[in-house]
C-alpha cells in the first residue's frame, strides 16, 4: 500500500520536478556555463510538463515554476548587488533574489495559462501550441529581459532568421523544435508505448533544428563579403573602470574627468577618429538643453584631448533627469542628445512615474527622479550616422527597431556594469545584445564601464572584445552599412505572430470538422 501511495505520489509530481529542472538546466546556456545545448532541453522538459497539464491553471503553475528555476538559477547574481549597494544585507538580497525571480516567471505564467485555455478549446498541437505559448512570454515585460534565442548568441549561424522574424521568432522556432523533439519523451512518461508518429515527430524536430543552423551558415557566408567591403570608422571605446561607489562623490568628479580624459588622449594616439564613454561617464551635472560645453576644467576637452567624443551624462531638467547621450565636436558644440527611451523598471522609474512627484522617484533612483526619452536623435562624425541605446536597450528589440527606422548605420551602446563586479551579468549583457546587430543588420559597438566593451558585427560575430575591469581603450573598427531596413526593422514580430496564428486557425478548423464527422486524429 505505502509503495502504491509513494507511487501515486511520483507520478502526481514528476511534471513538476520536469518543470523545475528543466528551467534550472535551461539556465546554464549563460555564461559562465554556455552550455549551449541547455536552450532546447531546457524548452523540451518545458513542452513535455505542459503537455501533461492540459488545464490553464496547471500550466501555469509548472510555467511558473519552470521560469522561477530559470530565475534563480540565471540571476543568481542579485544577492552580492543588494549585498553591496544597499542596506538591506544578504537576508534582504535573498529575498530579492527570490522575489524577482518569481516575479518575472508570471508572464511565463500568463502566457501558458492562455494557451492552455485556448488548446484545449482549438486541440492545438504540442509544437504549434508551445511555439505560440513562448513567443508570447517572450513578448511580456520584465525587469531583466530575456528569450531562449538570446541565451544562444554564442553561435551566430542559429540566429541568422532574427532579420526576418526577430529574437522572438527564433526563439519560438527553437520552442517547436524542442516540442517535436519531446514527443518520445513525453510518451514515455505518460506510460504509453513508443510510436512511428512519436519518432516522426522528433525527426521533424532534430530537422527543424537543422534548418535553421543550416539557413545561418548560408547567409554567414552570403553577407561575409558585404561586411568586408563595407566602409568603416575607427573607434576608440573607453573602459574608465570607475566604481559604482566613486561615480556618485561629488568630490571624485574632478578624478573621474580626468582619468576619462587621459584614456581619450590615448585613443586619439592610436589615431581614431571617435571615442567613446561609456552610460552616464560624464561626472558632473549638465543641463539637459545645452549646447556647448562648459570651458576650463569640466570640459571633456582640454589637456591634449581634441575629441569629438561621444559620451553618456544625465541632462537635469526643471521636472526631473535624462539618462543621455550627446557628442561633442572639436569645437565644444554639443550634437541634438539622445535619451534613454525605456526606463529599467523600479532602477530608474515608476510605472505612472512621468505624472509622480520628482521627491518620490528620487526614493527609486538616486540621480534624481529619472525622465524617458521621446525622439530618436541620430549623432553623426564623417559618415556615420549612430544610433546610441542606453544601458539595457541593447538587450530590447522594440528599442533597435525605433532606431533602425531611421537608417543609421551603427549602432552605439553606452552602459554602466559596476554594479555586477565579479558576477556573470555583463558577459550575458553582451551575450543579449548580439541580437540586435541581426535584427538592424547594423554592426554594435559597446563602451561599458566595468562591463565588457565589444564590437558586435552585423553578423552576430564578436570580433573584438575588451578588458572587464582594467582601465583601458578598445580601439575597433566597425562597418557603417547601408543596406535597407531589414523585415525585422520593417515589421516586427507581425509576420510571426500572423504565421502562428493563421496555423493554429487553420489546424483548428480542420479538427471541428474532422470531429464533426467521426474523425479522430492524433496528436503530433
Not at 485555455?117 to 508570447?136: D, G, H, I, K
Not at 562648459?294 to 575629441?307: F, K, M, T
Not at 542606453?390 to 538587450?395: A, G, K, V
Request: aromatic fraction near 8%.
Amino acid at each position: 500500500m505505502k509503495r502504491r501511495l509513494a507511487g501515486a505520489a511520483w507520478r502526481e509530481r514528476r511534471y513538476s520536478y520536469l518543470a523545475l529542472g528543466g528551467g534550472a538546466v535551461m539556465a546554464l546556456a549563460g555564461p559562465p556555463t554556455d552550455l549551449l545545448v541547455a536552450v532546447p532541453v531546457g524548452l523540451m522538459a518545458l513542452a513535455v510538463a505542459l503537455e501533461a497539464a492540459p488545464r490553464p491553471r496547471r500550466a501555469a503553475w509548472l510555467a511558473w515554476l519552470w521560469a522561477t528555476a530559470a530565475g534563480l538559477v540565471g540571476l543568481r547574481f542579485v544577492p552580492s548587488v543588494v549585498e553591496l549597494f544597499t542596506p538591506l544585507g544578504l537576508a534582504g538580497g535573498l529575498a530579492g533574489w527570490a522575489a524577482l525571480a518569481s516575479a518575472q516567471a508570471l508572464a511565463w505564467a500568463a502566457a501558458a495559462w492562455l494557451l492552455a485555455a485556448w488548446r484545449e478549446r482549438w486541440a492545438l498541437p504540442t509544437w504549434l501550441a508551445f511555439a505560440l505559448m513562448v513567443l508570447l512570454a517572450s513578448s511580456l515585460p520584465g525587469v531583466f529581459v530575456w528569450t531562449p534565442a538570446g541565451l544562444l548568441a554564442l553561435r551566430p549561424s542559429l540566429l541568422q532568421l532574427a532579420e526576418l522574424i526577430g529574437e522572438r521568432g527564433v526563439s519560438a522556432v527553437v520552442a517547436a523544435a524542442a516540442a517535436l523533439l519531446g514527443r518520445p519523451l513525453a510518451r514515455w512518461l505518460a506510460g504509453r508505448p513508443q510510436s512511428r508518429r512519436g519518432w516522426a515527430s522528433a525527426l521533424v524536430g532534430c530537422s527543424l533544428g537543422g534548418g535553421l543552423e543550416g539557413h545561418g551558415r548560408w547567409r554567414l557566408e552570403q553577407l561575409e563579403p558585404a561586411w568586408v567591403a563595407a566602409p568603416r570608422l575607427r573607434i576608440g571605446l573607453v573602459q574608465g573602470a570607475v566604481e559604482a561607489k566613486l561615480r556618485w562623490e561629488p568630490s571624485a568628479r574632478e578624478q573621474v574627468l580626468r582619468r576619462l580624459r587621459t584614456l581619450t588622449l590615448e585613443a586619439e594616439r592610436a589615431g581614431v577618429a571617435l571615442t567613446v564613454w561609456p552610460e552616464a561617464a560624464y561626472p558632473y551635472p549638465l543641463p539637459y538643453a545645452e549646447r556647448r560645453l562648459p570651458p576650463g576644467r569640466r570640459s571633456v576637452l582640454g589637456q591634449g584631448v581634441r575629441g569629438p567624443v561621444l559620451f553618456g551624462y544625465l541632462g537635469s531638467t526643471p521636472v526631473g533627469s535624462y539618462n543621455a547621450a550627446t557628442l561633442v565636436t572639436p569645437s565644444g558644440l554639443l550634437q541634438p542628445p539622445q535619451a534613454k527611451l525605456e526606463l529599467l523598471l523600479f532602477g530608474e522609474t515608476l510605472p505612472f512615474g512621468a505624472w509622480l512627484p520628482v521627491q518620490v522617484r528620487n526614493v527609486f533612483y538616486r540621480a534624481g527622479g529619472l525622465l524617458p526619452g521621446e525622439t530618436v536623435e541620430l549623432l553623426s562624425e564623417q559618415a556615420a550616422r549612430m544610433g546610441v541605446l542606453n544601458c539595457y536597450e541593447d538587450t530590447l528589440p522594440s528599442v533597435g527597431r525605433r532606431l533602425a527606422a531611421h537608417a543609421p548605420n551603427l549602432l552605439v551602446n553606452l552602459t554602466n556594469d559596476a554594479w555586477f563586479v565579479g558576477t556573470q551579468e555583463p558577459e550575458l549583457h553582451l551575450r543579449l545584445s548580439i541580437p540586435r546587430a541581426i535584427e538592424t543588420r547594423r554592426d554594435l559597438v559597446r563602451a561599458v564601464n566595468l562591463g565588457v566593451p565589444a564590437h558586435v558585427d552585423f553578423l552576430g560575430r564578436v570580433q573584438a572584445r575588451g578588458a572587464a575591469h582594467r582601465r583601458d581603450v578598445l580601439v575597433v573598427s566597425p562597418a557603417l552599412n547601408e543596406t535597407s531596413p531589414t523585415l525585422y526593422t520593417r515589421a516586427g514580430d507581425v509576420p510571426t505572430w500572423s504565421a502562428l496564428l493563421l496555423l493554429a486557425l487553420g489546424h483548428g478548423l480542420h479538427r471541428r470538422r474532422q470531429r464533426a464527422h467521426g474523425i479522430t486524429a492524433p496528436d503530433l
